[in-house]
């Protein structure tokens, strides 16, 4: 019963109509393309939709999801609870600059949720707030737009994988678990969303970095001072260590982000990340008996790197920032796929801006070792 649905070929009508038929009937989960990655989408508002898209990927039931509105009006009819009558729009003023500047785009805004909720509570996890977010892939938009209904999406990604950015990616992982998949191309960001929050504390916060850089975020009214509110593996230590209590216990960082807490972005191989500055590693760096070597070059590396004794497989993402977002979960995968034993990643410097923080917030999640740059 397996088939992928090609969006981009001839039929492509039907299978958008076909797709978003089976979000409103909401027996098995929809995979769709954004402009970010591949999303697995299930109507909002219904229980037994949402669970579905747990089971498909075997994710953890406290993780919040995404939900995805093809339109601005869409979003305002689920902020208003069923009594409401005043004319003021339901969004926060803290978000109408940003929706101008970046929507439809890769950026997530956390909203409150309504009471009483008309999203399956399967979406926000206990939370008091969801994420909302409107794709800039047409065929996302349209796909909603059909199934005239908010859609739940996390990643189309088995969970603890690198996200998909191919459909093929998607038909890998979720092979047997879904029935649909709209082939839309490889995704043109290539990670995820930024995701805000200027409703919860004082100052505006970045749960996540992504598509939309923390300087474009700053230039907007109101957002001049947004903070930071994510942690990266290689911080998280060092806070931990920084704040160890008396008895030698670590302090405990709570995520504000839940996605924060769980094991993310990671191929099979054990990947080892070398920070900008790092250098240009050498067959020291990979540990006897690792014979198979894969080596993702971005900006400096030259080729070979003299592993002589090894196999070496490597992937160039080329020293364009938007390039290696692009073609990073997949470098990961293709390596994973080739069996290699170890990956090393040659990092960026994330301070350089644009998507270089989502690219280096992705890289520590799924290293287990980092090399640290001088
Ligand atoms: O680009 C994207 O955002 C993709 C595409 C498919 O739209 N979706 C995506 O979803 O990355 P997911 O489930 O893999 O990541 C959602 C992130 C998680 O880190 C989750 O913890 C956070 O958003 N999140 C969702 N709702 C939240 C809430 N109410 N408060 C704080 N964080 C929330
Ligand atoms: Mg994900």
Redesign the pocket.
């Known amino acids: 019963d397996w088939q992928i649905e090609w969006a981009t070929e001839g039929t492509s009508v039907a299978n958008l109509r076909h797709a978003a038929a089976e979000l409103q009937k909401g027996t098995h989960p929809v995979a769709f393309p ?8 299930a109507d909002a508002t219904r229980s037994s939709a949402v669970r579905g898209i747990y089971a498909a990927k075997q ?1 953890p039931a406290d ?4 939900v ?1 509105f093809s339109s601005l009006d869409q979003l305002r009819a689920l902020l208003r609870s069923p009594d409401y009558s005043s004319s003021t729009d339901p969004i926060p003023a803290i978000y109408h600059e940003l929706i101008q500047r970046f929507w439809p785009g ?1 950026l ?1 805004m ?2 409150p ?1 309504p009471s009483p909720s008309p999203l399956a509570p399967e ?3 206990q ?5 909302a ?1 409107m ?1 800039r892939s047409l065929i ?1 938009l349209l796909l909603i737009h059909l199934a005239d209904r908010p859609i739940a ?5 088995a969970s603890t994988k690198p ?1 998909p950015t191919a459909a093929e990616h998607v038909a890998y992982d979720l092979d047997g678990r879904i029935t649909t998949i709209l082939d839309g191309g490889p995704c043109d ?1 290539g ?3 930024t ?1 805000v ?1 200027g409703i ?1 504390g004082d100052t505006p916060v970045i ?2 970095p ?2 939309v850089s923390i300087d474009e975020l700053r230039a907007c009214p109101g957002w001049e001072r947004v903070e930071v509110a994510y942690k990266d593996k290689a911080e998280m230590d060092s806070v931990s260590k920084a704040g160890a209590e008396a008895d030698g216990k670590p302090a405990r960082v709570a995520p ?5 807490k769980y094991r993310h972005y990671s191929p099979r191989a054990r990947v080892v990340l070398f920070e900008a500055g790092a250098g240009v590693p050498g067959p020291d760096a990979v540990q006897e008996g690792q014979r198979k070597v894969g080596l993702i070059r971005t900006k400096r590396w030259p080729r070979g790197c003299g592993f002589d004794d090894q196999e070496l497989l490597e992937v160039n993402l080329g020293s364009d920032t938007r390039s290696i977002a692009r073609g990073l979960f997949s470098a990961l995968r293709e390596l994973d796929r080739k069996d290699v034993d170890v990956i090393l990643v040659e990092g960026i410097d994330e301070r350089e801006g644009d998507v270089a923080a989502a690219v280096m917030n992705r890289l520590r999640k799924a290293a287990e070792v980092e090399v640290k740059g001088s």
Not at 34 to 41: A, D, I, M, N
Not at 63 to 66: D, E, K, S, V
Not at 256 to 260: D, F
């Open positions: 954004t402009e970010t990655v591949y999303g697995l989408g994710r993780n919040p999801l995404i995805h890769p997530t956390i909203m949720l979406v926000t996890a939370l008091s707030t969801f994420g977010r794709p996302a999406a996390p990643s189309a990604n996200s960001v990670v995820e969303s995701v929050d919860s749960l996540r992504g598509g504000r982000a839940p996605g924060m």
